[in-house]
């Protein structure tokens, strides 16, 4: 089954946003398999958003994702990758709607309160780099029957 990884950044954890965040991801179907309250670290984050390094902004994005803890977590179910990715809204706050996450709760790019994995690979890239395999479990959920045909 598909995997992805999301994160509560520091404002999300500090706003007191993680339980909407937990509730939007569980309500819609997916299965929670992975969860910590973590502080990320520098070479951590540098290997996360190793895409983003010749930004003019990733200096103050490592900043922003090392000012508190980040509820890092991850979820499985069918296209969990592309339906979490619905779930967060678009990057740019302007640009997400209301209903989604980012739409219904942040107001600037640097405070997108969220992070989700972009595509299969990079959520199995993702989830190694802040998980080690046995933090991870497996279980079976009592709501698939209800939630799959
Ligand atoms: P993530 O889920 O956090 O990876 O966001 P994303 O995939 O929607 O966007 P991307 O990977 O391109 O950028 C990662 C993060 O960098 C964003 O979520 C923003 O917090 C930040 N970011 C991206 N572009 C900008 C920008 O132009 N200015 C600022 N200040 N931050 C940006
Ligand atoms: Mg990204």
Redesign the pocket.
Same mark, same amino acid.
């Given at each position: 089954t598909e995997r992805t990884f999301i994160a509560v950044?520091p404002d999300g954890v500090q706003r007191a946003l993680f339980p909407e965040v937990l509730r939007r991801f569980s309500q819609k179907g997916f299965k929670l398999v992975g969860i910590k309250l973590t502080f990320a670290k520098e070479e951590l984050l540098r290997e996360h /958003?190793s895409?983003?390094q010749s930004?003019p902004?990733f200096p $103050?994005?490592l900043s /922003?994702m090392m000012s508190g803890p980040v509820l890092a977590t991850v979820w499985e179910g069918k296209d969990v990758v592309k339906q979490g =990715?619905a779930l967060?809204g678009?990057?740019?706050p302007l640009q997400s709607a209301p209903g989604t996450i980012r739409g219904d709760f942040a107001l600037?790019? #640097? =405070?997108?309160i969220?992070? #989700? $994995?972009?595509s299969v690979e990079s959520a199995e890239k993702e989830i190694a780099l802040w998980f080690k395999k046995d933090e991870l479990v497996s279980y079976k959920s009592e709501m698939y029957g209800w939630i799959y045909e």
């Amino acid at each position: 089954t598909e995997r992805t990884f999301i994160a509560v950044k520091p404002d999300g954890v500090q706003r007191a946003l993680f339980p909407e965040v937990l509730r939007r991801f569980s309500q819609k179907g997916f299965k929670l398999v992975g969860i910590k309250l973590t502080f990320a670290k520098e070479e951590l984050l540098r290997e996360h /958003y190793s895409d983003l390094q010749s930004k003019p902004f990733f200096p $103050s994005l490592l900043s /922003y994702m090392m000012s508190g803890p980040v509820l890092a977590t991850v979820w499985e179910g069918k296209d969990v990758v592309k339906q979490g =990715r619905a779930l967060l809204g678009a990057t740019n706050p302007l640009q997400s709607a209301p209903g989604t996450i980012r739409g219904d709760f942040a107001l600037d790019m #640097g =405070r997108n309160i969220i992070h #989700g $994995s972009d595509s299969v690979e990079s959520a199995e890239k993702e989830i190694a780099l802040w998980f080690k395999k046995d933090e991870l479990v497996s279980y079976k959920s009592e709501m698939y029957g209800w939630i799959y045909e």
